[in-house]
């Protein structure tokens, strides 16, 4: 029996989450039929409750009871369950709206953004090729704003809230598991939920039985298209160095960009082209610069390692 733990199968493994990811506008233009507001309401409850099935089915439920009755991470969790729905929010938005390239250059920026919050919120220090990333990017994200005549609202509201929905969940701490994390945000989010769902029942603008089963699955299935890339990339994590993992999250906005262009046919101006080859420079010079800093961090452990091992054995000899 081949063993799930190796790194090639966490290589499958994050390749199916960024895969998913990459193609959800797909996914969500089939729900085109309901508002951004009434898909995110849909997707918090059967998350919620996809998530609240895997918990029981593996005897995790005690990890959901022992989160909540700690006040420090449950706070984080409530401020991370803002964020992500939000960015949910925005990344319906866009994919029913025709801004798949907004979201593409969102989630191409991320990176960056996060880096610039490590710097303003963690004190962190950048190098001088990670600064240099860092401005090609406000260039690029500039030529993009004005190709548009306004700034990437939605890029940038989905780069920000994925960042600092990432920080956020940093401060709460690595001690749970994906799914659980996700059941207690779901869980925080959805009284409201249950209420957005109401009034637009009340409104008589809910669509869950509008199309009959079809509409019923697909919205049932926001559950299923939340969890299973979540589950997959925390398995992914387990498996693989954060490197390779670091790369392989290009997968889902270059999936999103080709989305945008070769199928929703989102118009692409010269400027346009500008903006987005800028980004990949800058990403480019970004990972070449990540992947160099790793190398010379592992021949610096080596180089310590093997001084040890000499200061060891002329102890020995001594």
Known sequence: MPDIGTPRNGLLFGLTAYTLWGVFPLYFMLLAFASPVEIVADRILWSLALCSLILAVTGRLG??????????????????????????????????????????LGYFINPLITVLLAVFILRERL??????????????????????????????????????????????GRRTGAVQSLTIETLLLS??????????????????????????????????????PLTSFAAAAR???LSTLGMLQYIAPILQFVVAVAIVHEPM???????????WVALAIFSADAIAASQRGR?????QNEREALAVLNQEVR
């Not at 101006?269 to 980004?279: A, D, K």
């Open 63 to 104: 990890d959901l009871m022992q989160m909540l009755r700690e006040p420090r991470q449950l706070g984080y969790l409530a401020i991370a369950a803002v964020l992500i729905s939000a960015n949910w929010l925005g990344y319906v938005y866009a994919a029913n709206n025709g801004q798949v390239l907004q979201a593409s």
């Open 127 to 172: 190098r001088a090729l990670q600064w240099a990333a860092i401005a090609l990017a406000l260039v690029a994200v500039s030529c993009i704003g004005v190709a548009y005549g306004h700034p990437p609202w939605l890029a940038l509201l989905l780069a920000f809230s994925f960042g600092l929905y990432g920080l956020t969940k940093k401060f709460a």
């Open 191 to 228: 009284p409201i939920a249950v209420l957005v769902l109401l009034w637009l029942g009340h409104k008589g603008e809910t669509h869950f039985t509008s199309h009959g089963l079809s509409s019923m699955l697909l919205l049932a299935s926001t559950g299923l298209v939340t969890t299973i």
């Open 239 to 241: 498996r693989l160095p």
């Open 269 to 279: 101006t010269p400027l346009r082209w500008v903006g987005f080859i800028l980004i």
């Open 299 to 303: 021949r610096a452990a080596r180089l």
